[in-house]
Nanobody
Framework: QVQLVESGGGLVQAGGSLRLSCAAS????????MAWFRQAPGKEREFVAA????????YYGDSVKGRFTISRDNAKNTGYLQMNSLKTDDTAVYYC????????????????????WGQGRQVTVSS
């Protein structure tokens, strides 16, 4: 049984910073890719960032490039999303996702490529 448990997030003013964590248990030693997605009310789920569990190659969505940083601690089986220079448009529920099969560089933005999901954490950025 795989579990992805998120923590962090909350409320911050525009320009501030927050960090999300995603602790993986179960099959995490063979996880191929961990990603963060977000979904605002009335909008589709949007790719935010991803990291290859082995090797640490990272990918970012255009709207967060240069402001967000994804990382992982293999020893703790935990991934992180550091969010800086937050904007009101970043307000959404953020989801951690894990893919255990290989995901090509053209597919990592697709939610359907991921096998397991966390429960979601609210991030609210006020003006």
């Amino acid at each position: 049984q795989v579990q992805l448990v998120e923590s962090g997030g909350g409320l911050v003013q525009a320009g501030g910073s927050l960090r999300l964590s995603c602790a993986a248990s179960g099959r995490s030693f063979s996880m191929y890719l961990m990603a963060w997605f977000r979904q605002a009310p009335g909008k589709e789920r949007e790719f935010v960032a991803a990291i290859r569990w082995n090797g640490g190659i990272t990918y970012y969505g255009d709207s967060v490039k240069g402001r967000f940083t994804i990382s992982r601690d293999n020893a703790k089986n935990t991934g992180y999303l550091q969010m800086n220079s937050l904007k009101t448009d970043d307000t959404a529920v953020y989801y951690c996702a894990g893919a255990w099969g290989q995901v090509t560089s053209s597919d990592y933005r697709k939610p359907t490529q991921y096998d397991y999901w966390g429960q979601g954490r609210q991030v609210t950025v006020s003006s």
